[in-house]
C-alpha cells in the first residue's frame, strides 16, 4: 500500500485530482451565474456539473498514464527515471492546491449555512403571508408603484412559497384554462394557511414557459420554495402531478403524480392532497411549523360547468371579453343554478361591465338583475367573499348614481367583510379603494389601492386609481411614477377616467393612444381637439356636446360620464369626484356638484364622519369644496 500511494505522488495523480477539484469547482460556480443572465435552459448547470464528474476519473487515470518531459508528454512506461518535469515543480505547487481546496471546503460549508440572498429586479413582493397580504417597500416613499431594478432583498423566509401554472399536457394542448384554475385554487387553499407565505397568482403565472430555472424564478419572487405539477387531461380520466423544490438548494422535497376519474370532487380532492402534501414536507424536511391546510371545497359538482366557470373567470379578471364570459356564466348556471361563484362574477359583470366594453351592462335594471344574483350567492354560500364585495359595489353604485338608501358605513362594512373572508380579493380591494376616494378619503384610498397592486400586480384599475388618488392628494410626482410602473407592467386600465389621468399629467401621446379604445368614444375622429379641451375645461362646449351625443349612440358605461364632467358637462354625476387636481376643479365647485353630493347621501356621511380634506362646511347646512 506504502508502495502505491508513493507511486501516485510520484506520478502526480494527487496533484491533478487538487487541481481539477478546485478547478472544477469555479467552472460549476461560473456555470450557475451565467444560466440565467444568458436565458440558458435550467438543464444547463446540470450538465457542466454531470460533464465535471464524468471527466474526473478520466483527468486521474491521464496523469497516472502519462507524464511531461523537457521534450513533452510522454507515457510515463517511457519516461526514465529523473526526467520527468512535474516533481521538481515543488512543494509551493502542494501548497497553493491545498490552499484552493480548503478554500472550496470554506465556501462550501459557508452557503450550507447560510442562505443565499435573494434580488428581485423587478416588480414589488407581492404575497400573502397567513392569509394577510403584504408587500416589500418601494423604491422611495416619493414614489409608490416605481419599484427599484436593482433593489436587494433579504433572504426570503423559509416558510414560502410560489405556485407556478401547471403545464397542460393534454393531447389537443386545449386545457390551459382548465390546468391554470387547478394550480390557483391550489394557490389560494396555501394562501389561507396561517405562517405561509404565498406569492401572488400574477406574480407566479408571468413565469409560464420561461426558459430560467427554478432558483432564479424563486429569487425574482421572493419565495424559498416553488411548487410546478402538469395537467394531463383525456377523455374521463385525469393526470396531475406536481413537485415541490427547496430553491436554496435545488432539490426535490416532494413529488407525486394522481391519476383519477375526472369529476370536480375529485379534482378538488387532488388539490386538498397537494396542498397537505406541501405542509408535511414543509414540516418534516426541514422542520417549519405551519399550520394544517384549510379543506377546498368543490364549487360545483358538474364538471361542464366548472370548465365555463374557469373560461368565464380568466375573461373577468383581465377585464376583456365580458360579453363572453356573461354568455358562459349564463351556460354555467343553467346547468347549475346554484354554482355560487358564477352568480357572484355574473353580477358583476352585470353592475360594471359596460365600463369595459359590455353591452350596455350598468343601467338600473341590468343591476337589479345582477342583485337578484347576488342575494341568491349569499343565500348558498354566506360565506363568498365576491358576492360580499359585489353586493357593496352595487350598492356604492346605486348611490352614486343618486338612489337606493343603503347607508355608507354599511357598504364600507361589506368590502371588510369580503377581505375578512378573503385577504387576497384584489376586486374587494379595488373597489373598497374606489368607494373611499368618491367619499374624499384618498389617503386610506390610495392605501388601499396599494395594497390591491401588491396582492394582484395585474389588475390594471388599481394601479390608475392609485394614480388618481395621488393627484387628489397634491402628489403628482408620485402619481407619474405610478402611471409609468403600471405602462411598463402592461397594466394600465382602459377608460374615461385613465384619460382624465393622463390629461392631467400632460401626458398627450398616452392620451390619443388610450382614447382609440375607449369604448364610448367609438367613431370619434378629433382626439386632439379632445386632449385640448380637457386640458382646459370649458373651453370649447361644442366637445362636449359632440361627445355627449356620441355617448348616447354608443350607449357609453355611465361611468364615462367622468369625461364630460371633465368637459364642463355636469348634468350626470361623475365617479371621481374627490379628483384632486385642476381639470375637475370646476365640477367640485359647482352647483351640481353640491346637488349630486347630497343626493348620494355623501354629504350627510360627511356631517356624521367629518368632511374631507378638499371639503368644508358652510354655514348650518350647506359645504363647499376647493
Avoid at 164 to 169: A, V
Avoid at 420 to 430: H, K, Q, Y
Avoid at 571 to 585: F, K, S, T
Wanted: aromatic share 8%; net charge neutral.
Amino acid at each position: 500500500m506504502a508502495n502505491l500511494f508513493a507511486e501516485l505522488r510520484r506520478r502526480n495523480v494527487f496533484r491533478v485530482a487538487g487541481v481539477y477539484a478546485v478547478a472544477g469547482w469555479l467552472l460549476a460556480q461560473a456555470a450557475v451565474l451565467i444560466e440565467a443572465p444568458l436565458s440558458l435552459p435550467s438543464w444547463f448547470d446540470t450538465l457542466v456539473l454531470v460533464i465535471l464528474l464524468l471527466g474526473f476519473p478520466v483527468a486521474l487515470i491521464l496523469a497516472w498514464a502519462f507524464e511531461m518531459t523537457p521534450e513533452g508528454v510522454k507515457l510515463t512506461a517511457n519516461v526514465p527515471e529523473g526526467e520527468s518535469i512535474a516533481p521538481k515543480t515543488g512543494r509551493k505547487l502542494d501548497y497553493a492546491i491545498l490552499a484552493g481546496i480548503g478554500l472550496v471546503a470554506a465556501l462550501f460549508v459557508a452557503g450550507r449555512l447560510m442562505p443565499a440572498p435573494f434580488v428581485t429586479p423587478g416588480a414589488p413582493q407581492d404575497v400573502a403571508v397567513g392569509g394577510a397580504a403584504q408587500h416589500a417597500p418601494s423604491e422611495a416613499a416619493s414614489a409608490p408603484g416605481a419599484f427599484s431594478k436593482d433593489a436587494k432583498r433579504a433572504p426570503p423566509p423559509a416558510a414560502s412559497i410560489a405556485v407556478l401554472p401547471f403545464t397542460d399536457l393534454s393531447p389537443g394542448k386545449d386545457q390551459e384554462y382548465f390546468s391554470d384554475g387547478i394550480a390557483e385554487e391550489i394557490l389560494n387553499v396555501l394562501a389561507r394557511i396561517e405562517g405561509l407565505k404565498v406569492a401572488s397568482r400574477t406574480s407566479s403565472f408571468q413565469f409560464r414557459e420561461t426558459a430560467r430555472g427554478i432558483p432564479a424564478i424563486a429569487g425574482d419572487l421572493g419565495v424559498r420554495h416553488v411548487l410546478e405539477g402538469s395537467v394531463r387531461r383525456s377523455g374521463d380520466a385525469i393526470r396531475v402531478t406536481a413537485q415541490l423544490i427547496d430553491a436554496g438548494t435545488d432539490a426535490h422535497l416532494w413529488s407525486q403524480t394522481f391519476d383519477r376519474p375526472l369529476s370536480t370532487e375529485t379534482v378538488f380532492a387532488i388539490q386538498d392532497e397537494i396542498a397537505n402534501a406541501i405542509v408535511a414536507a414543509l414540516r418534516e424536511r426541514i422542520g417549519l411549523e405551519v399550520a394544517k391546510a384549510p379543506t377546498a371545497v368543490a364549487p360545483t359538482e358538474n364538471v361542464d360547468a366548472y370548465e365555463l366557470f374557469l373560461k368565464a373567470r380568466a375573461r373577468f379578471q383581465a377585464r376583456r371579453d365580458l360579453d363572453a364570459a356573461d354568455a358562459m356564466l349564463a351556460e354555467a348556471l343553467a346547468i347549475d343554478p346554484n354554482f355560487a361563484d358564477a352568480l357572484a362574477i355574473r353580477a358583476a359583470i352585470l353592475n360594471f361591465g359596460g365600463e369595459y366594453g359590455g353591452q350596455s351592462r350598468d343601467d338600473r335594471a341590468t343591476r337589479a338583475e345582477g342583485r337578484a344574483l347576488i342575494d341568491k350567492a349569499l343565500a348558498i354560500d354566506k360565506e363568498n367573499s365576491l358576492a360580499h364585495a359585489i353586493n357593496a359595489l352595487s350598492h356604492f353604485t346605486e348611490r352614486q348614481e343618486g338612489g337606493g338608501s343603503a347607508d355608507w358605513a354599511a357598504i364600507l362594512a361589506g368590502y371588510e367583510r369580503a377581505l375578512e373572508l378573503d385577504p387576497m380579493n384584489a376586486n374587494a380591494l379595488n373597489w373598497q379603494g374606489i368607494t373611499l376616494a368618491y367619499l374624499g378619503d384618498n389617503e386610506k384610498a390610495a392605501a388601499v389601492h396599494r395594497r390591491c397592486v401588491a396582492v394582484d400586480p395585474a389588475l390594471s384599475a388599481c394601479r390608475s386609481n392609485l394614480a388618481i388618488e395621488l393627484i387628489g392628494l397634491g402628489r403628482k410626482n408620485e402619481a407619474a411614477g405610478v402611471l409609468d410602473a403600471a405602462i411598463d407592467a402592461g397594466a394600465f386600465a382602459v377608460g374615461p377616467g385613465q384619460m382624465v389621468l393622463l390629461a392631467e399629467l400632460k401626458r398627450r401621446d398616452a392620451f390619443l393612444l388610450l382614447s382609440l379604445n375607449v369604448p364610448g368614444l367609438r367613431g370619434y375622429r378629433k382626439f386632439n381637439a379632445l386632449y385640448a379641451a380637457i386640458s382646459e375645461p370649458g373651453a370649447d362646449p361644442a366637445v362636449a356636446a359632440e361627445i355627449k351625443a356620441l355617448f348616447a349612440e354608443n350607449k357609453a358605461s355611465s361611468r364615462a360620464y367622468t369625461l364630460l364632467n371633465a368637459l364642463g358637462d355636469y348634468e350626470r354625476p361623475a365617479l371621481i369626484v374627490a379628483y384632486g387636481g385642476d381639470i375637475m376643479a370646476g365640477y367640485r365647485r359647482s352647483p351640481a356638484f353640491k346637488a349630486h353630493m347630497r343626493a348620494s347621501g355623501a354629504y350627510d356621511y360627511w356631517r356624521k364622519h367629518g368632511f374631507p380634506p378638499q371639503c368644508k362646511a358652510k354655514g348650518r347646512d350647506d359645504f363647499e369644496c376647493r
